[in-house]
């Protein structure tokens, strides 16, 4: 299950990138990085390794906090 969410959100993210690169707009990059900030999240609930695990958890983190952040601003 996580397997199958964590691809849909890592092809999600990487469509928005993408999209952001090809039409020179940048107003999908909060989206962008809330999807990826999952996909993390997702990664680090599937990881085995404690240290790893953390690192996952603290950089998604940080991506859905930079994301809502631009969300509220703009």
């Given amino acids: 299950m996580l397997k199958k969410l964590k691809n849909v959100f890592?092809?999600?993210?990487?469509?928005?990138a993408v999209y952001a690169l090809i039409t020179d707009s940048f107003v999908v990059m909060p989206y962008t990085l809330f999807f990826l900030?999952?996909?993390l999240l997702i990664m680090g609930m599937q990881e085995k390794r404690k240290p790893l695990n953390y690192a996952f958890f603290l950089v998604s983190g940080l991506n859905i906090f930079?994301?809502?952040?631009?969300f509220l601003y703009n």
């Fill in 66 to 70: 930079v994301s809502i952040k631009s």
């Fill in 37 to 39: 900030g999952v996909t």
């Fill in 10 to 16: 890592a092809l999600l993210t990487f469509v928005l």
